[in-house]
């Protein structure tokens, strides 16, 4: 199964902390986080507007270390907020349904660590998902566009109310909407 992933997080530093993740699976299951034990002192005028600004779960109230809360759909769609302990849990439970995973994320070299982290280390990560990431920046290329392509105009989605760019289920979304539009060559 391929999931398309993408991250939100505090900076492009080497001390960054993840904000959210979101997750689209080929089939169409989600699955979205948002911590609440973020570096919040990292957090500069950008983030704030543009990342913190569009979380969308401060409905699920918590606030005990180590906690958090889930929300799940009819559909099966997770969400969750709290602590990266917390989203570790529910996220390798959620993880658990598929046999084998590819992971496949736009410019990952943040996102893959990142992922990794929520679980500790690489070696930490569970058995069923395959240890090599996948980029669509490459895959572009392959394809002879260019990486720097505007993804939203690429993908053919449309930004609503509801989806908002640098919300990590949104652009996971838009991920997996541009991999489909390289793979099935309809350029």
Not at 104 to 128: E, H, M, Q, R
Not at 138 to 146: A, E, R, S
């Amino acid at each position: 199964m391929k999931l398309f992933f993408d991250t939100e997080f505090t900076g492009l530093h080497k001390d960054t902390t993840l904000i959210s993740i979101g997750i689209v699976s080929e089939d169409g299951r989600r699955f979205y986080a948002e911590f609440t034990d973020y570096a919040k002192e990292q957090v500069n005028k950008w983030i704030q507007e543009h990342v913190v600004n569009n979380l969308s779960l401060n409905y699920l109230t918590c606030n005990i270390e180590h906690s958090g809360v889930s929300d799940v759909s009819d559909s099966g769609f997770i969400k969750v907020r709290g602590t990266k302990y917390h989203i570790f849990k529910k996220l390798s439970e959620w993880l658990a349904q598929f046999d084998s995973v590819e992971m496949w994320s736009d410019c990952l070299a943040y996102d893959w660590v990142l992922f990794n982290d929520i679980f500790g280390t690489a070696f930490d990560i569970p058995k069923n998902v395959y240890y090599i990431p996948f980029d669509i920046c490459t895959l572009f290329k392959i394809k002879g566009i260019d990486p720097d392509i505007n993804r939203e105009e690429f993908s053919q989605l449309t930004l609503t109310e509801e989806a908002t760019k640098h919300n990590a289920l949104w652009d996971a979304k838009v991920i997996k909407a541009c991999y489909e539009r390289l793979i099935g060559g309809n350029l």
